[in-house]
């Protein structure tokens, strides 16, 4: 499933925005001033709330294709649900929605938990985020349709998508703005929002 959303990086913080969300000036500086406004604490607001119990989870090292790139024995791999109704083997349960989850180790046992998003968020529905981890869009990157239609892993154009040009030494203290999309990553400019 291809995201349909952007992530951009603003004075500092990482903000999640839907993909029809338009990057103006006055948005980048609404995100920068709000950046402003949160200086580093040492007490933070929670970024999620409990909305159900702890659920106990079982592990498998070889179910369905989980994390091929580790080795067999480092491998911890959570059952999927195997009738929708969110039991999985070995009686783990997992939420439909995977980002409404949190998963959390107790004396040596695993849970999961439903949570709900607590963050800072916009009218536009932008929310800051602690980090961002583009794993899966750089898989999008690096595919290209072959002539059969089935997609093809081609290391030039995944560099060529993602490539932004070096910062300048003036740009090196206060970095300019920067856009991450399935279509790749750009510098934008504050003032306009427009890509560099």
Known sequence: MVSTQQVLWVAGAVWLCGGDVPITGSLLTE???RTGREPCRTTLPLL???TGALSPLTWSSTEGGCGKWMPAEFRMCAPPPSNGGGSGGGGSVLPSDPHAVVVTAKE???YAQRVEDAGLELDNHCRQTAFFHFQEWKKVWAKVEDSSGVGAVDAAAAAAAARIA???PD???TPPPFRVSTAGVSLLDRTSGATL
Do not use: K
Request: no cysteine; glycine share 6%; charged share 20%.
């Open 31 to 33: 995100l920068a001033e």
């Open 48 to 50: 999620q709330r409990a």
């Open 108 to 110: 040596g046992n695993f």
């Open 166 to 168: 070096p910062l300048r």
């Open 171 to 173: 740009q090196l203290l």
